[in-house]
């Protein structure tokens, strides 16, 4: 899921920080996706997708 929001950051030119504060999932929760300590859940994911204007499945797939 990572590597998605990744592509996601460098296709629209954003910095995680920067997500983190438009959509209230805090920098840390991005963090631990990152390093794989967690797995995101849905009510979050559906505030990146509806962020980067695409469906919650563009992470799921």
């Known amino acids: 899921m990572y590597k ?3 592509e996601l950051l ?3 030119g954003k910095m995680a920080y920067q997500v983190a504060k438009d ?3 805090s920098a840390a929760t991005l ?5 794989g300590r967690y797995s995101p859940k849905v009510d979050k ?3 990146l ?3 980067f ?3 919650i499945d ?3 797939g």
């Open 31 to 35: 963090s631990s996706w990152k390093h």
């Open 49 to 51: 997708a509806d962020y």
């Open 58 to 60: 563009y992470f799921l």
């Open 4 to 6: 998605k929001f990744v």
């Open 10 to 12: 460098n296709e629209t």
């Open 23 to 25: 959509t209230g999932v």
């Open 53 to 55: 204007g695409v469906p």
């Open 45 to 47: 994911l559906k505030k």
